[in-house]
């Protein structure tokens, strides 16, 4: 785990966060550098797909900040 998000190894020397893989596997290509994805319910190790929706990182950010749950940089 790392900063409450879990992580997965995806071959020699390479980790990524779980919830990031789930949806690239669901749609059958890498996120885009501008691509996001947010627990819908705020539970970091909740990594169900209904779970998780794809934002843009202004998205996220703004959504957190107004929910009180801005962490920072997102």
């Keep these: ?3 409450g998000y879990i ?3 995806l071959g020699y020397n390479q980790r990524d966060y779980e919830h990031r893989k789930i949806v690239e596997d ?3 290509r890498k996120l885009s550098p501008c691509e996001s994805i947010h627990h819908k319910n705020y539970d970091k190790t909740d990594n169900r797909l209904e779970n998780l929706e794809i ?3 202004s998205e996220h ?3 957190h900040k107004q929910n009180g ?3 920072g940089k997102l």
């Design 1 to 3: 785990m790392k900063n």
């Design 7 to 9: 992580r997965v190894n």
């Design 26 to 28: 669901s749609l059958n």
């Design 55 to 57: 934002l843009t990182k």
């Design 61 to 63: 950010a703004r959504l």
């Design 69 to 71: 749950n801005y962490l």
